[in-house]
């Protein structure tokens, strides 16, 4: 069995190939454009490949966004095999990664929470001023 460590440069090069077919246009299906590769994971057996996407649109795109690539999963299984060279290359399952608009949604309560608590300037004594 391979190590975490090489599991997860196995992973990362992955999602670094695939995000380059998709930015160069190498998967030709309108319904992968724009989405974002944020995570591959690798069973320990690497029978398995879990991709992880997002889109900038959020959710909306969730359900094409995972057809097309489930579509596509042969070519782009084949087209990554040629590019890394393992003895066995996984399998890919692709999965809708939420992380991103959850963090989204966490930075707008913050921000409204900042404008809706003014700051008050903290007072300094003159004690604190000399020193």
Sequence with gaps: MPSKLRLQRIGDRIRQDLSEMIVMGEIRDPRIAGITITD???????AYADVYLSALEGSERAVEAL???????????????DRIELRVFPRLRFHWDPTPERADRIE?????????????????SEEELDE
Excluded: H, K
Excluded at 40 to 46: G, H, K, M, Q, S
Excluded at 108 to 124: C, F, G
């Design 40 to 46: 591959v994971t690798i069973d320990r057996e690497l």
């Design 108 to 124: 707008r309560l913050l921000a409204d929470l900042r404008e809706d608590q003014p700051v008050e300037p903290a007072e300094e």
């Design 67 to 81: 057809q097309g690539f489930t579509s596509a999963s042969g070519y782009i299984r084949r087209a990554l095999s």
